[in-house]
């Protein structure tokens, strides 16, 4: 679960600066004097993690400022803060009812599909309910063609699709053997610093900072059940993810879907545990001075004021904007038009450039391009139609599009986030560029997008 996704709204309302400022002034005697990063702790509540905190504080840091904003930009700052709340919540049940039989809640998750999963009171129903998610839709091919942005994990994909193939015909057993394996040396890779397999690592090495994995019923409880030693041999069947006990030969009745969906989940749990690794090594701690917290305030202030004054509006591309040359026409739409005719052109590098990444991570035109073709290359744009821009808050536009691919035609809508040059949202008017948000194919093609 990206906590992440909703942020780009808090800088609607022009006080990412502010609470950044306040959350700085807050702990400058500790950056100060700190010498070293402190060990990441599990978390006892999403609630606790970090992000979660930093845009809370952004939220109630606004609110303080309700009576200079306009009503609609007081409504978007609560509607915030209840989804921010309703997340959070989401990850706690899920693992109130999962959490002891070791699944774990992954950044990738569909929030409508988590709802349904957690919406019961009975753990094997919901673990039921877990299991058909991963089995009755392509959330797992969908899934592996994200972890093609892993450098260490491209080398291994070939295995872990014919890990797929066999997981629906039921080979259970395979798909338990190769995730293992792909586990092992996907970790040994991406933790250049300890060149160690999964399998190697004390549960305490399986947090991070800043990560829903390191729940306090994540990834490192987890682990303690994926390294646990068997030394006699058990016929019985088991339910466990028991890496030790199923690769030594000694726990030999493993061949069902829960152990295999079990080896999915952990397996993308340890995309989000890598990915959180990536943040941890492009952080840096940067001082500030009562100069900068001045400046800082003042230029929250002018910000309240402009997007005080802005106001949600739409416009129909087909009758508003007819005879207006490319320069003429809103920069959403010129984005949005070129990341349509690239997609069409299979210019994967240049489509690339359109997703909208995490601030601080580090990426190249090869990269981009690589995950560009990986998750668009089965999906052939053959022709398409812009309908309708929605500029639903002062960083965010929705986009309204007609997409004919595969020759299936679905009418969908394209998430635009506004990016500052310093990599933050910023609002529609300020410098920057357009970035697709959930750039993700199955994110705005699917059953229900498709028009019969």
């Known amino acids: 679960m990206t906590f ?4 780009p709204s808090i800088s609607n309302v022009g006080l990412d600066k502010f609470s950044n400022q306040t ?5 400058l005697d500790t950056i100060c004097h700190m010498t070293k990063t402190p060990p990441p702790q599990p978390y006892g509540s999403a609630h606790d993690l970090p992000s979660v905190n930093k845009i809370q504080t952004e939220l109630n840091t606004a ?18 803060r209840a989804k921010l709340r309703e997340m959070t919540k989401l990850v706690d049940r899920f693992y109130e009812l999962l959490g002891d039989r070791n699944w774990l809640f992954t950044d990738d998750f569909n929030l409508t599909a988590a709802k349904n999963i957690v919406d019961t009171n009975n753990p094997l129903v919901a673990e039921a309910r877990l299991i058909d998610y991963y089995k009755s839709s392509d959330y797992i091919k969908f899934a592996l063609l994200r972890l093609g942005r892993f450098h260490e994990m491209q080398p291994r994909l070939k295995m872990a699709n014919l890990a797929l193939d066999d997981y629906t015909s039921g080979r259970y057993y395979s798909t338990v053997l190769v995730l293992l ?28 900072q800043d990560s829903v994995t390191n729940h306090h019923l994540g990834l490192h409880h987890a682990h303690k059940s994926f390294i646990k030693s068997f030394k006699k041999t058990d016929s019985r069947e088991i ?17 069902n879907e829960i152990v295999a969906t079990k080896a999915w ?6 995309a989000d545990w890598a990915e959180s690794l990536r943040k941890e090594s492009v952080t840096v701690k940067k001082e500030t001075n009562l100069r900068d917290l001045i400046c800082s305030f003042k230029d929250t202030q002018n910000r309240i004021i402009e997007i005080n004054q802005w106001n949600p509006h739409e416009y129909n591309v087909d009758t508003s904007l007819q005879g207006c040359s490319e320069r003429e026409l809103p920069e959403v739409i010129v984005a949005c038009t070129q990341f349509l005719k690239h997609w069409s052109n299979f210019h994967w590098g ?9 601030k601080g991570t580090s990426t190249t ?30 960083a965010i536009a929705e986009v309204d599009v007609k997409l004919i691919i595969n020759g299936e035609t679905h009418k969908t809508s394209l998430r635009w986030i506004r990016i500052g040059l310093n990599g933050d949202a910023t609002v529609e008017w300020g410098p920057g560029k357009w970035k697709l948000s959930m750039f993700g194919p199955g994110h705005f093609i699917n059953t229900e997008t498709k028009i019969v």
């Open 4 to 7: 992440t996704n909703e942020a």
């Open 23 to 27: 959350s700085e002034k807050l702990n």
């Open 63 to 80: 609110l303080l400022f309700s009576p200079l904003l306009s009503k609609d930009c007081r409504r978007e700052l609560k509607r915030l």
């Open 181 to 208: 394996t792909v586990m092992d040396g996907f970790v040994n890779d991406v933790d250049k610093k300890s060149r160690k397999g999964l399998h190697a690592r004390s549960e305490d090495e399986m947090m991070v």
């Open 239 to 255: 339910f466990e993810l028991h890496r030790h006990g199923i690769l030594h030969g000694t726990l030999v009745n493993f061949n």
């Open 265 to 270: 989940n952990r397996l993308f749990a340890l």
């Open 350 to 358: 240049p489509l690339g450039e359109y997703f909208m990444k995490q």
């Open 365 to 394: 035109t090869g990269k981009l391009a690589y995950e560009a073709k990986n998750l668009y290359e089965v999906y052939k744009l053959e022709n398409w139609e812009i309908l309708k821009v929605r500029h639903t808050a002062a």
